[in-house]
């Protein structure tokens, strides 16, 4: 038997739920849990088409990748193009299983019945739909749909309305080819309860799911007779309205890249004192205090003054190598109106002031803070410096949130109770698996403005 392969799109950006892949759902991303699922299923490949393979190192290690080409993303493409796209590069499977993360409360055992009955070779369907079926008068174009006005028959004789969920569809691959349609000749519409017919396209419908997954918790721990306290509601959507006050970037990574200049300082500096230590090694440790990280990279105490004062003093004299990230300044801009926003940032203050002169000397930051403003002289993943920054704005750390980029970022924001958020654009990878991250700053913009 040839196996099935489930292919599951995901667009890391969304017009009417900012982000809504990536947000917080339980304790896992949305994205996560049908992928979850999915890994669970007999003699099924899973596929994640998606454009940036960053998305992979949230899913589980058996999801396999297939790429999705930038224009797919747009809003104007049509979903029969995107499919058509993804099945035509699915050469070796006879049959596709087509779900969505937005479907994040589908059980596994209600899609493997579903794959029970598309592979029976007793039954006439030639495709499997997620559907919610109803029995109720119903209308349609201001017209009664399943009775007549005349004759309000009992609702048990009422014909029987189908609505797709969207949850799942299976069906052949050359079918789909021929016709651009998930659904065959002769469908069996398979009813899901109301829990996994949420599909999330608004707020109001992430909510709903939140509320769900808290009660299927508390079903399954009142099952298996265990103590608990009760469940809450934990889906993480930030309310921007009444929560945030300060927002908090990293410098390096976040606001402005660097790369180029670190790499060009740290070459020219470890010529001349004759060090053979590659840049890869050293952007390891990248927002870390620079003492710090020659610590970590074993260079010899007795001239480590003198190389960060002679790195610190190549990357003031090639600063131009420095580029912004697309959009930074607007989204700064636009973000200064209705929120504090301020830098945290490993890098020496004197460095920071001829970046923020050159690139940003329009924006009026509330706070820059650098490693000579802390009093404790600790720097990052220690949580001053972050905590600095809000006692001395005068903002609570539970009403910031602190945008960087690498692991360290994450550590400082975590010691210090601030909500965290990981910039895709950087140079980490968001290695937590419940990280609530953007993949540029205009998405994080948007989040925060919408």
């Known amino acids: 038997m040839n196996k099935i392969a489930a292919l599951v799109p995901i667009k890391t950006n969304s017009r009417r739920l900012p982000n809504k892949n990536f947000l917080k759902l339980g304790q896992l991303p949305l994205c996560t849990h049908i992928f979850n699922t999915l890994q669970n299923l007999e003699n099924v490949d899973v596929y994640c088409y998606t454009s940036n393979i960053s998305v992979m190192s949230l899913l589980p290690k058996t999801t396999r990748y297939l790429p999705r080409e930038k224009k797919y993303d747009l809003d104007s493409v049509n ?7 993804a099945i035509k590069k699915l050469e070796e499977y006879e049959t596709i299983l087509i779900t969505h993360a937005t479907s994040p409360l589908l059980k596994y055992e209600s899609l493997q019945e579903a794959i029970k009955i598309y592979l ?37 004789n009422l014909d029987t309305v189908y609505i797709e969920t969207s949850g799942f ?9 021929e016709t651009n349609c998930r659904i065959g000749l002769n469908p069996f519409f398979y009813n899901v309860s109301y829990e996994e017919s949420i599909d999330i396209d608004e707020k109001e419908d992430f909510n709903e799911a939140s509320k769900l997954l808290s009660l299927r918790t508390f079903d399954k721990l009142l099952s298996e007779n265990t103590e608990f ?26 606001l402005i890249d660097s790369a180029k200049l670190m790499k ?18 050293f952007i390891k440790y990248i927002g870390k205090k620079f003492d710090e990280i020659l610590n970590d990279l074993k260079i010899d105490h007795s001239i480590a003054r003198k190389f960060s004062d002679t790195y610190f ?22 973000l200064s109106k209705k929120f504090k926003i301020s830098i945290n940032t490993s890098k020496p203050q004197k460095n ?29 993943p220690a949580p001053d410096s972050l905590l600095y920054i809000c006692s001395n704005i005068g903002v609570d750390p539970k009403n910031a949130i602190y945008v960087g980029d690498m692991d360290v970022d994450s550590e400082c924001a975590q010691r210090a109770s601030i909500n965290y958020i990981h910039a895709g654009w950087g ?3 968001p290695h937590e698996i419940n990280a609530i991250w953007f993949e540029t700053i205009m998405d994080l913009k948007t989040y925060f403005l919408n």
């Open 229 to 254: 306290d009760s469940p809450k509601v934990s889906g993480k959507i930030i309310d921007t309205k009444s929560i945030i006050d300060l927002i908090i970037f990293d410098l390096d990574g976040v």
């Open 169 to 177: 569809y299976i069906f052949k691959r050359n079918y789909y080819l």
């Open 264 to 281: 060009k300082a740290w070459d020219e500096t470890c010529l001349i004192f004759s060090l053979d230590i590659d840049f890869s090694e």
């Open 79 to 85: 979903v029969q193009e995107l499919f058509f796209n």
């Open 120 to 156: 029976d070779k007793n039954n006439k369907y030639d495709s499997v739909v997620a559907c919610r079926k109803f029995k109720k008068y119903c209308w349609f174009k201001n017209k009664p749909l399943n009775y007549v006005l005349s004759d309000s028959t009992q609702t048990n």
């Open 427 to 429: 140079y980490g990878k």
């Open 313 to 334: 003093s190549k990357c003031a004299e090639n600063i131009d190598f420095i580029e912004p990230f697309e959009n930074v300044h607007l989204c700064l801009k636009e």
């Open 352 to 380: 920071t002031t001829l970046i923020l002169k050159k690139f940003f000397s329009d924006i009026d930051f509330d706070l820059v803070c650098c490693p000579e403003l802390i009093p404790s002289n600790r720097g990052k």
